[in-house]
């Protein structure tokens, strides 16, 4: 079935460093959401991308949907401790009824 | 405060007994899913529902069942757990299909 690859499965950066996650497909996607997940927490909505080439941003983090609309990123600048966590890429798949979670990426930050 | 609600939060089972882990949503959302999270997998959808008495297959739906009846309630049951159900369960729910999913706590569930 349709998959979408999220790399690197984990990052450990010291504070005030950047991080970037990507999420690639071999498909053309109709849209793609962003989670962010914390540590024995449930997943948390962070943005949703729909048109080739958009920027969003959000305070520190800079979401990047691909003009091909074959994957995105996630770009923090100056991480902080309370970054931490896993960041999920999910796309819809058949309609966009059945949704599609890429495996995640880990962040540690080192204060 | 809008929410959804899962219960119950932890729960230790034998193989082959019955269990329904229930979730409830109280912002009048259409869609809920119900996913599985496991090590070094991510979260896979198990059965999702388009709305009362609307419900479909997720990637992982084998051993589990889902239902419908009201708009605010989507009970996950587990006829015949088995051990390779041993996972932590998320409950979604969104306005429309590919909305802001909002999710509840997680149960964490053991089948020995």
């Known amino acids: 079935g349709q998959q979408v690859m999220q790399i690197p499965q984990y990052q450990h950066v010291q504070e005030g460093e950047d991080f970037t996650t990507y999420c690639n497909s071999s498909t053309t996607l109709s849209n793609i959401q962003w989670y962010k997940q914390r540590p024995g927490g449930h997943p948390v909505f962070l943005i949703q991308?729909?048109?080739s080439g958009e920027v969003k941003k959000q305070k520190r983090l800079t979401f990047q949907f691909g003009e091909a609309k074959k994957n995105s990123s996630l770009h923090i600048t100056a991480t902080q401790t309370t970054d931490v966590g896993t960041y999920f890429c999910?796309?819809?798949?058949?309609?966009?009824?059945?949704?599609?979670w890429g495996l995640g990426t880990s962040l540690a930050v080192n204060p | 405060e809008a929410q959804v609600t899962q219960n119950p939060r932890y729960l230790i089972t034998v193989t082959g007994k019955k269990l329904t882990v229930t979730c409830s949503q109280n912002m009048n959302h259409e869609y809920m899913s119900w996913y599985r999270q496991d090590p070094g997998l991510g979260l896979r959808q198990i059965y999702y529902?388009?709305?009362?008495?609307?419900?479909d297959k997720g990637d992982v739906p084998e051993g589990y069942k889902v239902s419908r009846k009201e708009k605010r309630n989507f009970p996950l049951i587990l006829e015949s757990p088995s051990p390779n159900q041993t996972s932590l369960y998320f409950c979604?729910?969104?306005?429309?299909?590919?909305?802001?999913?909002?999710f509840g706590p997680g149960t964490r569930l053991t089948v020995t």
């Open positions: 979604a729910s969104s306005d429309r299909d590919y909305y802001e999913q909002y």
């Open positions: 991308l729909v048109k």
């Open positions: 529902s388009m709305n009362v008495e609307v419900t």
């Open positions: 999910v796309f819809g798949a058949g309609n966009n009824r059945k949704l599609i």
